[in-house]
């Protein structure tokens, strides 16, 4: 079945740790994201890729990082700078930009 | 004022009612529109996207878009407890600009 998965669905991190979330698609799509989802609030847009290679900061990327070498994968990493990191993370994909997304079901992020 | 507006809710139905469920937005360059269906701990799912005004039916879902009143609605129709979710509106301009999501409507369908 194609689709967009997360992994891990639950993280635990430790203060001053990294942690990395995995997403992966095999719907060939070119663009991929990642949002951030906080009770009351819409969701975020942390980072973006329309292309293997290349990415752009969304309107919170302050504490994250990600790469994205292959077309279908697109990992991020919470970085200890990032110091309200608890937040259901949630990873999209869309045909190009301008297309509706789709979304995988997301990795819940919490703080030991 | 937020670029879009959605009533938190929590609306709750009974079985078989009609429910509607709205957005506003504030920018006159949004062009595409898209409702979202989330159930608790997963990702939204896409249910309808148009990019014009008027109405756009799937199965007990109708989306209507109404750009000079900057007004977006879902319906469903002969609701079910198994609509009950978290519904998201998402706005966007085309063109490579980031779509903008409502803050999402809870429903409730009681049996």
């Known amino acids: 079945d194609g689709g967009i998965t997360q992994s891990p669905k639950y993280l635990f991190r430790k203060e001053g740790q990294n942690v990395t979330l995995s997403c992966e698609q095999n719907l060939n799509h070119d663009a991929m994201y990642w949002y951030r989802q906080d009770p009351g609030q819409g969701l975020r847009l942390i980072y973006y890729?329309?292309?293997?290679?290349?990415?752009q900061k969304g309107d919170i990327a302050e504490g994250y990082s990600v790469s994205r070498e292959k077309k279908e994968s697109f990992p991020l990493t919470v970085t200890s700078a990032q110091k309200n990191p608890t937040a259901f993370y949630l990873c999209a994909s869309s045909i190009s930009q301008n297309q509706p997304q789709h979304f995988g079901d997301g990795t819940r992020l919490s703080i030991l | 004022q937020k670029e879009v507006e959605q009533d938190p809710g929590p609306l709750s139905v009974p079985e078989g009612a009609i429910v509607s469920l709205n957005c506003t937005y504030s920018?006159?360059?949004?062009?595409?529109f898209m409702w979202y269906r989330q159930y608790s701990r997963k990702g939204p799912e896409l249910l309808m996207y148009?990019?014009?005004?008027g109405n756009k039916e799937d199965g007990r879902f109708t989306a209507q878009v109404d750009k000079s009143s900057k007004y977006i609605s879902l319906f469903i129709r002969d609701s079910q407890p198994s609509d009950s979710a978290t519904y998201l509106c998402a706005i966007f301009s085309g063109g490579y600009q980031k779509v903008t999501f409502g803050t999402g409507t809870k429903l409730q369908v009681i049996p």
């Open positions: 148009t990019y014009s005004s």
């Open positions: 890729s329309q292309i293997v290679n290349d990415f």
């Open positions: 920018n006159s360059a949004f062009q595409y």
